[in-house]
Structures are given as C-alpha cells and as structure tokens.
C-alpha cells in the first residue's frame, strides 16, 4: 500500500488538489474532511453529504486507517502502553497519560505521547529507542493514527499531544509538521496549537524552520547537559550541534513565537549534576522565558545493551531535589517531571517494543 492511498496523508491544500484532478468541486475536501476526524466515519459512503458518485471514488482510492492494535498494557498509575503495527508490519508506540486533579481525582487533563518515527537514527547513550536504530519515519497518518485510536478505543478526547515517544520529530519534518496542520486546522476540531510539545534533541535548522512555519508549537529541547564536552558523550548528535548555535536556534524560535521553551535534563549522578552544571544550567535558562524539566533516569537496561548507558545511573532523588534548588538560587525555574508508567516500561525513553 502507497502512502499516498492513506486519506489522513492529505493536508487540506493537497485534498482540495486531489478532488479537483478526480473531477469534482474543491469544497468536497471539506466536507471528507469533516466526516474523516469530525464525526470519525469508517467508510467514506457514511459521509452523507458526498454525491454517490465521489463516495464510489473516495472508497476505491483511499484507506482511512492506517495502524493498528497489536498490544495494550496499563500501568498502576492509570497510563497505558499502546503497541501499534503499520501497514508494513513494522510496530510502534503511543502512551496515554490521565491527569488527576488533587481535589476532586476526577481527570482534568489527557495528554498522549505519540511516536514520530519507528526507532530512531540519533543513537542517544540513554535512550532505549536508540538500540533499534532507523527503521523509517512514520507517515502523517500514522502519526495522526496515533491520536484518533486511542480516543476511539477509551472513548475519550485527548487534551494535549507530547511528541515524545520514538523518534527526532525535526528529522521527520514533512509529516510532523503536516500532521500538526492537520490536528491544529479549527474545521478538525483537534487541538490547538498550544496543547502540542514538540520535543527535539536539537536540530538547528529545523527549529528554525518551525519557527517560521504557520504552525509553531511548544518546544521541549533535550538538553541533558551544559558543556558541549559531556553533552557529545551522551549524544553523538552534540558533536555537530554545539550549544551555542542550538542556543541561537532556540533564541530565534522564541523571538517569532513568543512560546516559553522547556529544557529537557536528566540529573546523572557524578556526571551532569554538579554546583558548576547547575550554574551554567541557570544561564543557559535565562537567555529566553523557559523553564527546565529534570527528569528522573528511566533504567533501560532491559534493552540489553552495554556500553555508557551501563555505567550512567540516575542521580539520587534528594540530589535532584539539590540540584534543582542550586538552578533557583541561580535564577532558573525548574519543575521535577512525574514518571508515568515506569512499570509497564512506559516511560520516557523505554520505548523500545520489549514484549509482554
Ligand atoms: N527525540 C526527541 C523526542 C523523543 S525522546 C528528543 O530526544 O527530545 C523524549 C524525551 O525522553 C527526551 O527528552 C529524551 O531525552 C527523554 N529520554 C530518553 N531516554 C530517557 C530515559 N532513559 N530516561 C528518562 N528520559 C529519557
Ligand atoms: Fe532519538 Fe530522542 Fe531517543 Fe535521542 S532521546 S535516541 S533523539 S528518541
């Protein structure tokens, strides 16, 4: 099966394209549109206000859905693993997180991270994703998939999109960007854009793309270092992208969008987690409005993998909690991320298709 005969592979501008070649009036791709992530219809011929004719067409052209369930896995704490084939047997990734409020426990927001890619080319030393590799880039309809199956299955509606899962979203540009035309365009009733965190380990040019594209997000950049030294250590990227240039980049961002950024840094003990880290940290977090998310190391040693990410261990709570003061002191604003799903290998940067 051709990408092309996937139906959510098509961004309004390239439906009103297609309807036009196959013979019919522009403001069809509307109306497919609507039917499509509106009322969620299964076969085009539900569309009731397509003539008969288009409909015939519609279902002998396109395919409306393009992953599908191989695998559920829920947590104790309420977040659930989905493991999805694509068309070509290759799997895949998503996890679905409830939000509590304190008060009342009713759920005040879902957010559902969502893969960009099945593995990934980046070779992070912490990263379980990274023992898979590339195995290619996911298609805009896979990555909207995502989104429209979780909400199917526990009849919900997702409040926030992290693309955090498996994958660098900037080196899938194309489909990330267009899938998040897509999930943004009012007419779809999805999200807006604010509700979307791209998270990057830094591709400058890209960045820098996004910020001029119609439709910027939140950023979260995996920073998880402060000296270019240590940084290539745990990320073979680093040794292309120096700080300062992905600093730039960032500045830029924030100049065209006004969208606060999100520091991504997981505290490794006797490695990143020092007086003199936390000072260069603050610094770093000064240069535009953000903030840095310390994130508890999720162990990956199921992956099986020796090397650095063997002898990397997570800093101990009470020294994130240090470390997270130094920051303050030194002027930045920091949170402590929740880890969800630890359990069921849910968690940031253990999504690396393990079974069971
Ligand atoms: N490729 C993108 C997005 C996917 S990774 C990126 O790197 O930003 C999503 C987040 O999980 C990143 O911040 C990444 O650094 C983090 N992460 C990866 N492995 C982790 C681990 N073992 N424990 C905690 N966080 C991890
Ligand atoms: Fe890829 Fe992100 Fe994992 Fe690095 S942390 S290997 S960029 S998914």
């Excluded at 365009?185 to 854009?193: G, Q």
Aim: net charge positive; proline share 3%; glycine share 6%.
């Amino acid at each position: 099966m051709y990408s092309e005969n996937f139906i959510k592979n098509y961004t309004l501008a390239n439906l009103e394209k297609k309807i036009i070649e196959l013979g019919y009036e522009k403001y069809r791709a509307l109306q497919i549109l609507n039917g499509i992530y509106v009322d969620r219809v299964q076969k085009f011929e539900q569309i009731s206000t397509l003539p008969n004719t288009l409909k015939n067409i519609l279902d002998d052209t396109f395919l409306i859905n393009s992953i599908k369930l191989l695998k559920k896995r829920q947590s104790l704490d309420g977040s659930i693993k989905y493991l999805f084939q694509l068309n070509d047997g290759k799997s895949i990734e998503a996890v679905y997180m409830p939000w509590y409020d304190e008060h009342n426990g009713e759920i005040e927001r879902i957010t559902l991270c969502i893969s960009t890619m099945a593995g990934c080319p980046v070779g992070c030393a912490f990263c379980a994703t990274a023992t898979l590799g590339l195995i290619r880039n996911l298609d805009t309809s896979e990555i909207i998939d995502q989104i429209l199956f979780v909400e199917n299955d526990l009849s919900i509606k997702i409040s926030n999109i992290v693309f955090m899962g498996m994958g660098e979203p900037l080196l899938n540009y194309k489909n990330v960007i267009n899938s998040i035309e897509l999930l943004t365009l009012p007419e779809n009733k999805l999200l807006s854009r604010k509700k979307i965190t791209l998270s990057t380990v830094g591709i400058t040019n890209k960045i820098k793309q996004l910020a001029n594209s119609r439709s910027p997000v939140k950023l979260a950049i995996s920073l998880h270092a402060t000296t270019n030294g240590f940084r290539e250590k745990i990320i073979p990227l680093a040794k292309s992208v120096k700080i300062n240039d992905l600093m730039d980049s960032i500045e830029y961002y924030y100049r065209k969008t006004h969208l606060p950024i999100t520091y991504e840094y997981i505290p490794f003990e006797n490695f990143n987690d020092t007086f003199e880290d936390a000072k260069r940290l603050a610094k770093i977090l000064k240069r535009v409005p953000s903030r840095v998310n310390l994130i508890p190391f999720n162990d990956i040693s199921f992956t099986g993998v020796s090397g650095l990410s063997q002898t990397l261990k997570s800093s101990s709570k009470e020294k994130i909690l240090e470390f997270g003061n130094q920051i303050k002191e030194f002027g930045g604003v920091v949170t402590i991320r929740d880890t969800f799903g630890t359990d069921i290998e849910a968690a940031c940067g253990q999504l690396a298709l393990k079974e069971g």
